[in-house]
């Protein structure tokens, strides 16, 4: 069951993105903006739009929301490299918990405003930096061995 009146928030939101789409409305301002899209049945201020993937493109627009795509693309796809390429059980370790984190975290995103709690946020980048590390490390190193 999810927080009342969040579905109507998201349906909302869209036209903020359409009319906003290259740059956005800025950052954090999405409480602002909101009221002159909300429809008479929409009676309390909504602070944010239930959804980070709906809400990130209304406040960043083009320009914001595709380098951070890219990041969570690339260390998505850098974790599942981890592993196939890596032999050693500990740095495939790292790999699939941050495979699963990303599919977990981008979830919850689509139906809440899951990244805009800071704890959330810095756990999901520790998962993006994981695979990095995980193919990275060198095999040399003193009790890491591949």
Known sequence: MGVPGSVNAQELSLPIVQENLI???GAGSFYS???RYRDHETTKQNLHAHSDLIEFPA???LIGVVPLAL???LSFITS???QYQRRSPFFKAMGFPATMGI???MMHSSVDFNLQIT???ATFMVLLA???MALTISREKPGLHE
């Open 33 to 35: 903006i909101f009221p």
């Open 80 to 82: 599942i490299k981890v």
């Open 130 to 132: 994981m695979p990095y």
């Open 71 to 73: 990041v969570v693309l």
């Open 23 to 25: 740059a956005g409305i």
């Open 119 to 121: 704890a959330n946020a």
């Open 103 to 105: 599919i977990a975290i």
């Open 59 to 61: 406040e960043l627009g």
